[in-house]
């Protein structure tokens, strides 16, 4: 208890510290969830519970590298208004002392509860644990210890427990690395979230680690959510570090999937998980960022915060894939409609806004942000292109999406140094960080088209 509330101490003496240096950084989010100071990843037990949405966070409080994570929570009444919660977990204990690592919440009997990995290094030897905690209510939680130890034939690389309830029984799956060194997902199952046994893996084929795992169905069928490691580039595909993605499938006594597919296009995407909410729908956030992928150079670091989550998203099922489409609630970020004629436009825009082109003709186009991003567009080839310098050396990099058929609408979501490209409702998303020069507010769009742009309202 004592290591408890001396690390809860020290990580609001970080934030009452460099609170200031954080919010003078020009490219810090108005609308967006960050951490206070230190760096952010993996939303963790993203869940609606007594009709409040809560969204836990991997944290490290004291720098902006990685380390031994506490999870931040908030708390939000309508998706767009978020409030800073008490710290929900610290890495105080024997079984998670090395970092509370990522995992899910899911209520039961009153009380939520939340399941995550304990990371735990002796001697530079990995072990891992899941745990739980509960909470009476959804604020201050009760570490109840190790539920789950490592089960033979895998390596201490298994960690991020998801649970669900599906027809009155618990189930389980958690991202795993077999002692032959090959991602998988395993599968537990339990009647009363306290006894877990082991039903073995659940799927498997690729990649050398499967991280941050999600089970869930919609529309019918059977969707694995999850994070592989290892896959190399191939064309426009897998071109960042780390990708995450998922395969449709059906699942009966095991579970049989199609090929996998990337959820998002852009150049940093990672940890996606999602709950369902009160009106059915299935609800995603992910982390602006991934691992091992050019951190340092983040100009944020300089003001003692690094990374954000992306803005909240409903999953919908269409043709055999997924789209993901901003939920509806964000309309009310809208402020003041600044821009709203046909054709091609020069101006400036604030660094906060939402611009929609729709029932275009162009058979190719472009639009170009602060002289730093540039979307293209082409009909023919059905290809949508995002083009940014790239954080090292400042060489222009690129990421290509496929549309299934013609571009209808090109819908983008700016917030001072990110960028969420959303393409003919969702068909294809692209999910990146945007570091231009502060000054710059230039917009140019060269399409035949609807163009309408909002301001944003801050809401951190």
Partial sequence: MYKDQE???QARDAVEKKKAIVSSDPYRPIYHIAAPTGLINDPNGWVQWNGVYHLFYQWMPFKTDHGAKFWGHVSSQNLVDWQEEEIALTPSDWFDKDGCYSGSAIEHNGQLKLFYTGNVK????????????????????????VQIELPEGFTAHFRDPKVWEQDGEYYMVIGAQTDKEEGAVVLYQSEDLSDWQF???????FGYMWECPDFFSLDGYDILLFSPQGLDANGIDYRNTYQSGYVIGSWQESFTFGEFHELDRGFEFYAPQTTIDDQGRRLLF??????DQEEEHHPTKNYSWMHQL???RELVLENGKIYQQPVAELMELRDELIVNQVGSVHTDIPKASELVLNEITSEKGYIKLFDYATIEFDQHKQT???????FDDGELEERVGIM??????IRLF???SSLEIFINGGEVVFTSRMFSDVSNRTLEVEAEGKLSIWSLKQKF
């Fill in 384 to 390: 949508i292109r995002l083009t940014r310098p790239a």
């Fill in 122 to 145: 002796n001697d530079g030897v990995r072990e891992t644990y899941q745990c739980l905690a509960v909470s009476n209510d959804g604020i201050h939680f009760e570490k109840k210890g």
């Fill in 199 to 205: 039903q073995g893996i659940l799927a498997e084929g």
């Fill in 310 to 312: 992306t803005i909240p």
């Fill in 286 to 291: 992910g982390w602006m960022g991934v691992p």
């Fill in 404 to 409: 299934e058929g013609e571009l209808t609408e």
């Fill in 7 to 9: 690390l809860r101490q």
């Fill in 414 to 416: 700016i917030d001072h």
